[in-house]
């Protein structure tokens, strides 16, 4: 595990490049917390849509206390709905940006199941405080404003219905040819079947935005339904070096089960919501950014997720669309397995599509579209790195992966794509609403 978290730290930081002088020192560079974050991550195999929430609620922490001592920072009150107001801490005098690196572990370390992991890491950014020569009674005062925000952020998290969920009858795949069934070779239950009763952050609900309807359900071999499968089958026996690579790179399968006679062998991966998280803080840190404009970004990046899973997770289950693994084995070719492993939960729309754009859109707004950047995020995982000219080409890129890996089929990529660029820019327009303006021109 150690070994992991040196080599995904090292692996994280050597492509970000600078202009001028370093904004923001290495102990408060944002790269930390997150990857630390991930690696809990990783360990407990949290799902897609659960990660989003641990960071939107991670990063929520950090920002509350930037907005609260940096005038020109919107407050999250302006585009947060229902955003509490938050008592400030009993010290009145600490820096705030120490206190918003804390705040981040400790939300997450209260929140994750094995979040107690998280406190060596508060350990040792408290002494790499000190090594920086930070006080002692600055450390303590930053520290005791940090626990005392995000204790309150911890509050406003469980009035999003998270706490209902295990309360919800056990899932149970419908009935009927058209609809998703477990894929081998795990066979696993189905993945947060409930997530859209989840209180969204920004968006005004689970069903905002909807894509048209999928092609609908077919047998026959002349129909347009079997027309997309037998494009799958295609496109996955004849994949290039190239294509081969993409899907891999955009694999972001928390937990892919491979078999060994009567053994299964699990293989843990960051998750979509780590690899974009990580996207943005190698961004923040290539921009040169001040901390304050870190936060702002590294967090409009996580509610835009939060909520962009929801509303997908809302449309997966509505339509409960069977996958191109279950349908090709049935009634066009038994053997045949996709390239990546078949996640556990409907196929219409394209989670990695919707998350991609969304968290691309935002970026976009905050970074510009003409951001370049060389991603090895997945570096760890064996694979990459990856360089782009725009965070929309990389989730164009990150869409198509998945008919590459053989796990969608062409339009829940393409409606996917629209259902995320429709869920950024909505957050976008909140954003702007409030007062949030671009940080790189």
Same mark, same amino acid.
């Given at each position: 595990?150690?070994?992991?978290?040196?080599?995904?730290?090292?692996?994280?930081?050597?492509?970000?490049?600078?202009?001028? #002088? #370093?904004?923001?020192?290495?102990?408060?560079?944002?790269?930390?917390?997150?990857? /630390?974050?991930?690696?809990?991550?990783?360990?407990?195999?949290?799902?897609?849509?659960?990660? @989003?929430?641990?960071?939107?609620?991670?990063?929520?922490?950090?920002?509350?206390?930037?907005?609260?001592?940096?005038?020109?920072?919107?407050?999250?009150? /302006?585009?947060?709905?229902?955003?509490?107001?938050?008592?400030?801490?009993?010290?009145?005098?600490?820096?705030?940006?120490?206190?918003?690196?804390?705040?981040?572990?400790? %939300?997450?370390?209260?929140?994750?199941?094995?979040?107690?992991? $998280?406190?060596?890491?508060?350990?040792?950014?408290?002494?790499?405080?000190?090594?920086?020569?930070?006080?002692?009674?600055?450390? !303590?005062? /930053?520290?005791?404003?940090?626990?005392?925000?995000?204790?309150?952020?911890?509050?406003?998290?469980?009035?999003?219905?998270?706490?209902?969920?295990?309360?919800?009858?056990?899932?149970?795949?419908?009935?009927?040819?058209?609809?998703?069934?477990?894929?081998?070779?795990?066979?696993?239950? @189905?993945?947060?079947?409930?997530?859209?009763?989840?209180?969204?952050?920004?968006? !005004?609900?689970?069903?905002?935005?909807?894509?048209?309807?999928?092609?609908?359900?077919?047998?026959?071999?002349?129909?347009?339904?079997?027309? $997309?499968?037998?494009?799958?089958?295609?496109?996955?026996?004849?994949?290039?070096?190239?294509?081969?690579?993409?899907?891999?790179?955009?694999?972001?399968?928390?937990? @892919?089960?491979?078999?060994?006679?009567?053994?299964?062998?699990?293989?843990?991966?960051?998750?979509?919501?780590?690899?974009?998280?990580?996207?943005?803080?190698?961004?923040? #840190?290539?921009?040169?950014?001040?901390?304050?404009?870190?936060?702002?970004?590294?967090?409009?990046?996580?509610?835009?997720?939060? !909520?962009?899973?929801?509303?997908?997770?809302?449309?997966?289950?509505?339509?409960?669309?069977?996958?191109?693994?279950?349908?090709?084995?049935?009634?066009?070719?038994? %053997?045949?397995?996709?390239?990546?492993?078949?996640?556990?939960?409907?196929?219409?729309?394209?989670?990695? /599509?919707?998350?991609?754009?969304?968290? @691309?859109?935002?970026?976009?707004?905050?970074?510009?579209?003409?951001?370049?950047?060389?991603?090895?995020?997945?570096?760890?995982?064996?694979?990459?790195?990856?360089?782009?000219?725009?965070?929309?080409?990389?989730?164009?890129?990150?869409?198509?992966?998945?008919?590459?890996?053989?796990?969608?089929?062409?339009?829940?990529?393409?409606?996917?794509?629209?259902?995320?660029?429709?869920?950024?820019?909505?957050?976008?327009?909140?954003?702007?609403?409030?007062?949030? #303006?671009?940080?790189?021109?």
């Amino acid at each position: 595990m150690k070994r992991l978290v040196l080599l995904f730290i090292s692996c994280l930081s050597f492509t970000a490049s600078f202009a001028g #002088k #370093k904004q923001v020192p290495a102990y408060l560079e944002l790269q930390q917390p997150v990857n /630390a974050i991930n690696l809990v991550m990783i360990h407990d195999v949290i799902s897609p849509p659960v990660a @989003a929430r641990y960071y939107a609620y991670a990063m929520l922490s950090a920002y509350q206390l930037v907005a609260k001592n940096d005038k020109e920072m919107v407050k999250p009150a /302006a585009f947060i709905k229902s955003f509490p107001e938050i008592k400030p801490p009993a010290v009145k005098s600490y820096d705030h940006r120490i206190a918003a690196v804390y705040a981040i572990y400790e %939300t997450a370390k209260n929140m994750l199941p094995s979040g107690f992991m $998280l406190q060596d890491d508060e350990n040792a950014f408290t002494k790499q405080l000190l090594k920086n020569k930070i006080k002692q009674q600055d450390i !303590d005062n /930053a520290l005791q404003a940090a626990v005392n925000v995000s204790s309150q952020i911890i509050g406003f998290s469980k009035i999003d219905n998270y706490s209902k969920l295990s309360a919800k009858l056990r899932y149970t795949p419908k009935k009927g040819e058209q609809y998703w069934y477990p894929t081998p070779p795990a066979y696993m239950e @189905a993945v947060e079947p409930h997530w859209n009763s989840i209180r969204p952050l920004i968006a !005004d609900s689970a069903g905002q935005f909807k894509p048209k309807p999928p092609v609908e359900f077919s047998k026959d071999t002349t129909s347009r339904f079997y027309a $997309l499968a037998k494009e799958v089958i295609n496109v996955s026996a004849n994949l290039t070096p190239e294509q081969t690579n993409i899907a891999d790179f955009w694999d972001c399968n928390p937990f @892919a089960v491979t078999t060994s006679g009567h053994m299964a062998i699990g293989f843990k991966k960051i998750s979509p919501g780590g690899h974009w998280m990580n996207i943005g803080t190698l961004a923040v #840190k290539q921009a040169n950014l001040n901390f304050d404009q870190s936060v702002l970004v590294i967090t409009s990046e996580a509610i835009t997720m939060m !909520d962009a899973f929801i509303c997908c997770w809302d449309e997966k289950y509505l339509v409960n669309r069977i996958r191109p693994e279950t349908y090709i084995n049935r009634y066009m070719d038994i %053997t045949w397995k996709p390239h990546l492993q078949t996640p556990p939960f409907p196929e219409y729309t394209s989670g990695h /599509a919707i998350v991609s754009n969304s968290c @691309a859109t935002v970026l976009t707004f905050l970074l510009g579209d003409h951001f370049a950047y060389t991603d090895d995020t997945e570096v760890p995982f064996g694979v990459g790195p990856r360089s782009f000219t725009s965070f929309m080409q990389a989730a164009s890129e990150a869409s198509v992966s998945r008919l590459y890996g053989g796990i969608h089929y062409r339009d829940s990529i393409d409606e996917g794509n629209k259902q995320g660029v429709a869920a950024g820019n909505y957050i976008v327009a909140r954003l702007k609403q409030a007062g949030v #303006k671009p940080v790189v021109n």
